[in-house]
């Protein structure tokens, strides 16, 4: 007996039932064959429960929690089917942290504690090339100046400005300055020295000089010589179609064939960014469908020319081994990016249920894709190309599991049309799948970008098209003949190119329309949720109770849309210190310094416009500005010399570096009147960046060590 008929035939009178929930309870029963969905649901919720724990646990307690919870759900589930259904729920989600556990500790590396300065020598792994005769190497090193053996980084990122750059599998030696992965620039903003963590990738800097070539050492990782050979076909590629298309529709296409987006301008970049066409440039999953789709199809229309071989063969599960293998192939020449490999595993999984004969796009396939993603890369949850890819599959297969949407396009079995009416079914899913995707995207471009795109709808009728019938079929054959003729490749790819910057004048066009970016205020990871947790509710059910995930999207949508924002900033050098204006706007004291940092904050504050602090408050030479808000009086000060000025007549000091002396440490004055003095270097900060809420019962400082823990990536 299954655990739905223990449920439905567990002692349950008619008063019984009512007092579980009635019809509720009924529709819940009814749709057991959705309950297996919420299973990827839960591993999760594991996984994102363990990234958001401020110590790091032991690797016994996932094993625990998960076998515990199974175990105990397997001995209740003939006498307690209700509780036994909820501790395999709970094994699911023991499951994903203890996935996310194991997944931490497999990737465990060394990472620079601080700054280092001096001669690096190791062997190159990857390149990727900037287009003007730099690049930046992916080293693993054998040696760092001052730092111990014990404490080398698996990896370090290393940019290049002169050449010749050396290829992978090159010794190198040269003169670097190193840094540790940066920390968040504003609390609960993106945690870069996370993100290079989960890369094994513990430093980052620039070389001083051309580098050396030297004897390269032996190799220190599994597979390395395989990676670097993929590596430099990577790069043989990436050189014919630069040389072949040598402008920016060059640059952009290889970056979507080969993942190099060294040689990408920065205009270029950004109209793709502000048009909403950005996913073109990074290998996902569209990238991936079209490519094993392309060869599916090819091999299916030699099939059937071949009919001696059709019949005997069958022709469909043929074609999903070499679109198999062809996505293997697109995965390994693409890098290996996380992006790339989240799509490669989606685009397998769909292709072996071809080869089981099970459906292609369903939400369960869907849900073991991201299982298996989570074992893969447990980090991914945490990031915008995740969230925003499998939002865009499960709303668009949701889309089409509707009877209604399927007769509007067609999908019915015995569905004939002619063909005027074919291609207004083609509009017709065009626009759908458009507007559904771009619709479950937004929250999450929203949450990590700080903007959405006014018109991404537009742009993407045209580019989405123009890339799935000119320059994905047609760069995918240059990538073939590029094997057996460079001259033949390259021909393709000039073509191809052609279509790409049609592409890229698409966006930039889209991109200088008014309104094309719309800037969204950083809202809490709450709301995020309540918008996720609501989406998969309406998706998931297929009765009427389904709506009401629809109340949990419009409480996640009010939220966001009244988010809490800071008022004052300091970066964690003490370089920056900007405040938010009575207009929204951002203010800086020194507008014309480190523009990442002041274009993070702003996108907190939802706005485009950076200003001179002299704007909006009085300064005095630049070095001091002062303010009331909230009824404090408010002093903002650089360097040492004229901070005591400041506290003698302010109730909160912000206290930065002085960018001219770059004054390392700031000490409260003796007499100083301040009640709060906010420096970088303080004992609660760490030297990492700082905000202030100005609320009425007083200031809210946050700061960035705090609320990220003492996790392996902040040590």
């Not at 090193?141 to 992978?168: F, K, M, N, S």
């Not at 719309?518 to 709450?526: I, R």
């Not at 009425?696 to 040590?715: C, H, K, Q, S």
Request: hydrophobic content about 50%; overall charge positive; aromatic content about 6%.
């Amino acid at each position: 007996m299954s655990l739905v008929d223990e449920i439905g035939d567990a002692p349950a009178t008619a008063g019984r039932r009512r007092s579980l929930g009635g019809p509720l309870l009924r529709a819940f029963i009814a749709e057991q064959d959705r309950w297996r969905l919420w299973s990827a649901v839960f591993f999760a919720i594991g996984c994102g429960g363990y990234f958001g724990l401020a110590a790091e646990p032991p690797v016994w307690l996932g094993v625990v929690l998960t076998l515990g919870a199974l175990g105990l759900g397997i001995a209740l589930r003939s006498r307690l089917p209700w509780l036994a259904l909820t501790l395999f729920a709970c094994a699911w989600t023991a499951a994903g942290f203890w996935s996310a556990v194991t997944g931490t500790r497999l990737v465990d590396a060394p990472m620079l504690m601080r700054p280092a300065q001096g001669e690096v020598t190791g062997r190159v792994l990857a390149v990727e090339p900037d287009g003007r005769g730099g690049g930046r190497l992916l080293i693993v090193p054998t040696a760092i100046d001052r730092v111990a053996a014990e404490d080398l980084p698996a990896r370090v990122r290393i940019t290049v400005r002169q050449g010749p750059v050396p290829r992978p599998g090159d010794g190198v030696r040269l003169r670097a300055s190193l840094s540790p992965p940066s920390l968040p620039v504003v609390p609960g903003g993106h945690d870069f020295a996370r993100s290079a963590f989960f890369q094994r990738l513990g430093g980052i800097g620039f070389a001083y000089a051309q580098p050396d070539i030297v004897p390269a050492p032996e190799p220190s990782e599994i597979l390395q010589t395989a990676r670097e050979a993929v590596e430099r076909l990577r790069l043989d590629l990436d050189a014919v179609i630069r040389g072949a298309a040598p402008g920016e529709g060059g640059a952009v296409l290889s970056a979507m064939v080969t993942g190099l987006r060294g040689a990408i301008g920065d205009e270029a970049e950004a109209a793709m960014r502000d048009s909403g066409l950005a996913h073109l440039i990074s290998i996902s999953g569209l990238h991936m469908t079209m490519v094993a789709g392309l060869i599916f199809g090819a091999v299916r229309l030699v099939m059937a020319f071949l009919p001696r071989i059709s019949d005997r063969w069958p022709g469909r599960k043929i074609a999903a081994v070499a679109a198999l293998l062809g996505a293997a192939a697109y995965l390994a020449v693409g890098g290996f990016a996380v992006p790339t490999q989240r799509a490669f595993v989606m685009t397998a999984l769909g292709l072996l249920a071809i080869l089981t004969d099970r459906p292609v796009l369903s939400l369960p396939l869907v849900a073991s894709s991201a299982i298996v993603v989570l074992v893969l890369q447990p980090a991914a949850l945490t990031g915008p190309s995740f969230q925003m890819s499998f939002a865009a599959v499960i709303a668009l297969i949701a889309l089409y599991e509707s009877p209604t949407i399927r007769r509007l396009a067609g999908l019915d079995a015995g569905t004939r049309r002619g063909l005027p009416m074919r291609a207004a079914t083609w509009i017709f899913g065009l626009l759908a799948t458009s507007m559904i995707a771009g619709a479950a995207t937004a929250p999450y471009a929203a949450y990590a970008f700080g903007r959405a795109s006014g018109y991404g709808l537009v742009s993407n009728l045209v580019a989405v098209p123009v890339t799935g019938f000119w320059i994905m079929p047609v760069a995918l054959t240059g990538s073939l003949l590029s094997l057996v003729s460079e001259s033949a490749g390259g021909i393709c790819f000039a073509l191809a190119a052609r279509g790409m910057e049609l592409v890229i004048a698409t966006a930039t066009t889209v991109a200088g329309w008014p309104g094309a970016v719309v800037p969204v205020a950083g809202f809490s990871v709450t709301a995020l949720l309540l918008m996720t947790f609501g989406g998969l509710w309406l998706v998931i059910w297929r009765r009427a109770w389904r709506w009401a995930g629809l109340v949990a999207i419009a409480l996640g949508m009010l939220l966001a849309a009244r988010p809490v924002l800071p008022d004052l900033f300091l970066s964690g050098d003490g370089r920056s210190m900007a405040l938010r204006g009575p207009d929204g706007a951002l203010y800086a004291m020194t507008p014309e310094r480190d523009r990442f940092v002041l274009d993070q904050w702003a996108e907190k504050l939802g706005t485009l416009t950076i200003r001179d602090m002299t704007e909006a408050v009085a300064c005095d030479g630049g070095d001091l500005c002062r303010l009331e808000r909230a009824g404090l009086r408010i002093a903002l000060v650089r360097g040492r010399e004229r901070l005591a000025e400041a506290c003698a007549h302010a109730d909160l000091v912000l206290a930065g570096a002085d960018p001219r002396r770059d004054a390392p440490y700031i000490r409260r004055p003796d007499g100083c009147a301040a009640t709060t003095l906010i420096e970088r270097t303080g004992r609660n900060f760490g030297g990492a960046a700082v905000t202030v809420r100005l609320d009425e019962a007083g200031p809210v400082i946050e700061g960035v060590v705090g609320p990220r823990g003492d996790r392996p990536w902040t040590r």
